[in-house]
């Protein structure tokens, strides 16, 4: 089995695998019991300063969206940090790392932008023991408009400036959390490198609506005929999270900032994707506020089959595999051909391959009388869509090799050709000089 | 009174009092909200789906089992009723799983076909349990119909001609409308009188006269009907039942008029039944009585039938329902004699073998000793009209319903086509009054 011990900032963990500042890290009772279940770390929810406790709703603060038979795919909530004492929270997190010391231990912050109450908290958290600092700059509800959380992380310069008192007046390890709730999240992670920041962790929940009550006309979750906006996390928001991930571990000024992977992470699976594209470790939350801390034993056992077989020993070896294969559109290759090809034998006839593309794209699937489907390869553009709507899976998409007849365009596929290159492209090379691929 | 499963010859209360309730209990039970939620997800929403295609009557299935994913059974009731107005029945008799669940893809994908006949029940209930009727009838026309037998093609039919706003009288033979639904299914398949409720249920749409006790010849004839009315639809299903030939037969009784005695009965307490039962048949109809006999007390109840098992006219459905209630099927026996013996009968049956499609007689004999035997062999068309076209042994109708007879249209059992189903019978029903709607107002 392979060795999943992880060194993040240099703070080690037996496994990459850490829980998200969220209700799960809250009180010492619960991050015990994820601690003996076998997470590797623990983001504790963010604390805030010291004075009368923050105040929640004592309504619903969850809403969701699901797949069939009730699979939760996303999640919403409108709580806010942690409700509890500062101080209760402070020996708790100090009892804590003295009985688990080989685990991580990282404490969520936010306070007001002033630099006082930064010094004051950093302070109380270093006498702790903790392994280190996460600045919660992202925080979309409740907080912002105290002037905190993703106020706070919707601009640069105060992330900068944040970043920097955290630096000036502490020595743990600063990672700092992004709010995805911007237009282009290099900005954000360029300002906390500026500010000194040891990493970045993404993503922050996404500003949502889960749902509205037909009968109140209200959104949910419903507080006394009223909603508002809440974070959004779980499955659904995990390819927003990837591409964010992606984005900074390409991008020229940031590849070197490691960074912590947060957003729909539930299995091994997801978790060797997030580290594929750059991330270090990755944070978990709605996965086991759906079901349970256990599930990290599977994210244990398929991350370490998963190794073995590539012949990984170490997790680092799996960090950012998957970075320079991500690129702009423009330097795709306009000549790479594929086609879609249905194993019969495992086709149950639904027919939903064909409807779809005869009614939405390219009517490039033909069924017979006795519902058997085949693919029109004249017609066929290669969409993907009849293998994303499939039930079974059977249907896959086969390359055709330079030099084949490609009987939808009557040529032979040609050698690689990108859009900078491409004779229909209007500005020529001037295109190809508006961003070099990654490297 | 108490008798004991042991006790030879027809005896009524061979089971406690309490017993015969949780006996004749919903074979099936409904789904709960959760988990009709759950199997309606299953549904992928088959383009073209199978399963219509495999529907009698053409529901759509797919459409229904989205309206109950999404929150509206009762609107999922509505798409059902609108092309088989007898949805909530076929629900609960259909062999769905040689229809749209044996069609199904999830059938070929798991061998677990989505519930369909489940799912239509729950939603077929909701509607029902809320009162509603959702259909109303068009513009009144001054035409008038006359509907014979009031089974599920003869309702079907008066309920489509009343929706276009035309006038029905539907006469029936029996003390009750339903035809088979009434009288023939096994009992526990729709239990609670839900076919007569579902029957009250229909007439709500209004414009329907029912004529009890009134039969086709005893009452008036054809000619009387077609004086009286602008149409006539024939729905008279089979009065007849096929009879052995063989010595002793007299000692036989068809198995219908044991369920429908037992389906009119007000207490099965009271209602006799042979310790030893023997049921010479293959099909629904032998299935039901001899399950029905064993649920009633019976210490044995045993199915005959001529040919193989494979070849049973009963769905494998039917026949391990009725193993699993303790039911014996021997096949490849046909009855030669019934003979009298000092507490009941013996029946002789030669041992039979079927090579290239030809049934022959072995030399090798069995003998069940039986105390009550009973016949579902078949049932058969009775005296119908002069004039009319037979086929089969049956009136022969075109795909809209029409016999060789002006202004005269047939449909459900006593007709051509389609199986002898109760959703056959609706869906013949439902297109006979489409044409006979067509004609009349084309007129």
């Known amino acids: ?135 919660n700059f992202g925080c979309p509800h409740g907080m912002a408009e105290r002037g905190m959380g993703a106020a706070v992380g919707q601009v640069p310069e105060y992330i900068e400036m944040v970043t920097r008192w955290v630096k000036t007046h502490s020595r743990m390890p600063c990672i ?15 300002a906390a490198q500026r500010g000194g920041a040891d990493a970045v962790s993404l993503i922050n929940t996404i500003n949502s609506i889960t749902s509205v009550d037909l009968d109140l006309f209200a959104p949910e979750p419903t507080i006394d005929g009223m909603g508002t906006h809440g974070g959004y996390c779980g499955p659904a928001v995990k390819p927003i999270a990837l591409n964010m991930v992606a984005e900074i571990a390409r991008n020229a000024e940031t590849r070197k900032l490691p960074i912590s992977g947060i957003g729909g992470v539930t299995t091994w699976r997801d978790a060797a994707e997030f580290m594929a594209l750059g991330a270090s470790n990755v944070q978990v939350c709605t996965a086991v506020m759906t079901y349970g801390f256990r599930i990290v034993e599977e994210m244990i056992a398929g991350l370490s089959a998963f190794m073995d077989q590539k012949g990984f020993t170490a997790t680092s070896e799996l960090v950012g595999l998957a970075v320079p294969k991500v690129t702009d559109w423009q330097y795709l290759n306009l000549n790479y051909t594929t086609k879609a090809v ?13 409807v779809v593309c005869e009614d939405t794209s390219h009517q490039a699937i033909a069924m017979a009388a006795d519902r058997t489907v085949t693919v029109k390869d004249e017609e066929c553009v290669a969409c993907n869509l009849c293998v994303d709507v499939c039930p079974t899976g059977c249907i896959s998409m086969q390359e055709l090799p330079v030099g084949t007849l490609d009987p939808r365009t009557g040529r032979p596929v040609g050698t690689p050709l990108n859009w900078t290159e491409h004779p229909n492209n209007p500005s020529g090379s001037a295109a190809a000089c508006a961003r070099e691929p990654a490297e | 009174m108490t008798t004991s499963q042991f006790q030879p010859g027809i005896m009524p209360g061979r089971l406690p009092a309490e017993d015969y309730c949780h006996a004749f209990a919903d074979t099936a039970p409904p789904l709960t909200d959760h988990a009709a939620r759950v199997a309606a997800d299953r549904c992928y929403f ?48 259909c062999p769905t799983e040689t229809l749209c ?75 009750k409308p339903g035809g088979l639904n009434e009288y023939g299914i096994a009992a526990y398949k729709a239990p609670g009188g839900f076919a007569a409720k579902e029957v009250a249920w229909l007439l709500q749409i209004g414009g329907i006269t029912l004529l009890e006790n009134w039969a086709l010849g005893r009452n008036g004839t054809l000619a009387d009907l077609l004086e009286d009315h602008d149409a006539v639809f024939l729905g008279m299903g089979l009065a007849g039942v096929n009879a052995l030939t063989i010595p002793g037969a007299e000692h ?45 007390g019976a210490e044995t109840s045993t ?53 290239d499609g030809t049934m022959t007689l072995l030399e090798d004999t069995l003998r069940l000793k039986a105390d009550q035997v009973f016949t579902a062999i078949g049932q058969t068309l009775g005296p119908v009209p002069e004039g009319l076209t037979i086929t089969g042994g049956k009136i022969a109708i075109d795909a809209t319903g029409r016999t060789g007879l002006a202004k005269v249209w047939a449909g459900g059992d006593c007709a051509s086509g389609g199986e002898d189903l109760t959703v056959t019978a609706s869906a013949q029903g439902r297109d006979a009054a489409e044409d006979i709607h067509a004609f009349l107002m084309g007129a």
């Open chain 1, 1 to 135: 089995m392979a060795n999943l011990s992880s060194e993040f900032i240099g703070i080690k963990s037996p496994n990459p695998f850490w829980l998200a500042s969220a209700p799960p890290t809250d009180k010492e009772y619960n991050v015990r019991r994820a601690y003996e279940a076998g997470w590797g770390g623990v983001v504790w929810k963010t604390l805030g300063m010291d004075g009368p406790p923050v105040v929640n709703v004592s309504g619903p603060r969850y809403g969701a969206i699901y797949g069939p038979d009730r699979t939760l795919l996303g999640l919403n909530n409108i709580e806010l940090i942690t409700d509890r004492p500062l101080e209760v929270n402070l020996r708790e997190i100090k009892t804590v790392k003295r009985d688990y010391p080989d685990r991580a231990l990282v404490v969520s912050l936010m306070v007001p932008c002033d630099e006082e109450s930064w010094k004051f908290i950093l302070r109380e958290v270093e006498n702790t023991g903790a392994d280190g600092v996460e600045l």
């Open chain 1, 176 to 190: 700092v959390k992004l709010t995805p709730n911007i237009t282009d999240i290099r900005k954000p992670a360029e």
């Open chain 1, 342 to 354: 249905i194993k019969q034998e495992d086709c149950i006839k639904c027919g939903r391959c064909h």
């Open chain 2, 46 to 93: 088959c383009y073209d789906a199978p399963c219509t295609t495999a529907c009698p009557s053409g529901i759509d299935v797919p459409l229904f089992i989205r309206q109950i994913a999404t929150g509206q059974p009762e609107a999922a009731a509505v798409t059902i009723l609108s092309q088989n107005i007898f949805g909530g029945l076929c629900a609960r008799v």
């Open chain 2, 101 to 175: 669940e044996g069609a199904c893809v999830r059938e070929v994908a798991e061998g677990k076909p989505v519930e369909i006949g489940l799912l239509q029940r729950h939603a077929t209930d909701r509607l029902q349990a809320a009162g509603v009727h959702p259909f109303s009838r068009a513009e009144r026309t001054d035409f008038s119909i006359a509907v014979v037998g009031a089974g599920p093609a003869g309702l079907a039919c008066a309920h489509r001609l009343a929706m276009k706003g035309h006038e029905v009288t539907l006469y029936d033979a029996r003390l």
């Open chain 2, 252 to 296: 036989a009784t068809p198995a219908t008029d044991f369920i429908a005695h037992l389906r009119q009965s007000e207490d099965l307490a009271t209602l006799p039944i042979g310790r030893r039962v023997v049921v010479i048949g293959g099909g629904m109809t032998a299935v039901d009585a001899a399950v029905q006999a064993k649920l009633l």
């Open chain 2, 303 to 355: 199915i005959v039938y001529r040919r193989s098992q494979p070849e049973m006219p009963a769905s494998l459905h039917e026949q391990d329902h009725a193993q699993t209630h303790g039911v014996r099927i021997v096949p490849n026996a046909t009855p030669v004699a019934i003979r009298k013996d000092e507490v009941g009968f013996e029946v002789e049956f030669a041992r039979t073998a079927t090579r």
